[in-house]
């Protein structure tokens, strides 16, 4: 596998650091690809402009895409090693699901990037894809932000269910993988970033399913707000995720799968 033998080598020791957080169960992987792997990731990001999926709203600043035949080939690499047997089994073994999958589309994997006061709310995420009828089990993120200054800010911040307290906060470092359990105990987000100019914060991403099983309860994505955001900006959120969440219900009945009406590939 592409990723750091150390951690191959201390799946125990990761695997019972991931299983006793809580309520959010993650994990951080500093040096998580070997070095030439992450290093032509970087060198090779795709650059702000290029990408197609491009979410601005009330509640998040970002871009993001899915089409690696695009992208220098160590992007498919890295996809075709963490969609592999072997990877899937490491996965399993570390947050104790089995039979976890990857897909390969846009639900499975890509890249997220954000320029200057790029930003996501917290939100959970959806934990069911309607295409395939699968359940959302496992969120991967690696950054790809080499010396990426701590007044930058990005950081990924977990914050209690309640959302009455950030409870980590976990700067976006070149080369850290974060893995943490989708579900409702795992809000999280990133303020607004401030960077120079020709910077930006790079994620790759990808989310890891199992077939609909005893306890899935279906909880779809939406945003919340901070404790300390504006009367106005609590309240537009709110009325914003009612209105979203009942359109997709809507859309679903009749027969619509595919939500994603920000995805500019489709055009």
């Known amino acids: 596998m592409q990723i750091n033998s ?14 006793s957080k809580s309520p959010c169960k993650f994990v951080v992987l500093d040096d ?32 993001e895409d899915y089409h690696f035949e695009r992208w220098d080939p160590s992007f498919s690499q ?11 089994n490491w996965m399993s073994e570390l947050t104790g699901i089995p039979k976890l999958v990857s897909p390969n589309n846009s639900l499975g994997s890509g890249i997220h990037q954000g320029g ?5 709310d917290v939100h959970i995420d959806v934990n069911f894809d309607p295409k395939s009828e699968m359940w959302r089990r496992i969120n991967l993120l690696i950054y790809l932000n080499k010396n990426w200054n701590e007044e930058y800010g990005g950081h990924l911040e977990i914050w209690k269910p309640d959302m009455s307290k950030c409870e980590h906060s ?10 943490f359990l989708t579900d409702e105990n795992s809000p999280h987000g990133y303020k607004a970033i401030n960077i120079p100019e020709g910077e930006s914060r790079k994620s790759f991403y990808a989310y890891y399913y199992t077939e609909i099983g005893e306890g899935f309860k ?4 939406r945003f919340i ?24 219900r809507l859309l679903k009945n009749v027969g619509i799968k595919s939500l994603d009406f920000q995805d500019k590939n489709k055009k």
């Open 170 to 179: 976990i700067s976006p470092l070149f080369n850290r993988a974060v893995i």
């Open 6 to 19: 150390k951690h191959i080598n201390s799946l125990a020791s990761i695997s019972s650091d991931f299983k």
């Open 32 to 63: 998580f690809l070997i070095p030439g792997i992450a290093d032509k990731l970087h060198s090779n990001f795709p650059p702000l402009d290029s990408l197609k999926v491009k979410r601005k709203s009330l509640n998040e600043n970002k871009v």
């Open 218 to 221: 279906y909880s779809d994505s």
């Open 116 to 120: 200057d006061r790029s930003f996501v």
């Open 78 to 88: 890295v996809r075709e090693m963490i969609q592999s047997n072997e990877f899937l």
């Open 225 to 248: 707000p901070r404790p300390n955001d504006s009367f106005y900006k609590r309240i537009a959120t709110k009325v914003k995720e009612g209105i979203k969440i009942q359109a997709k």
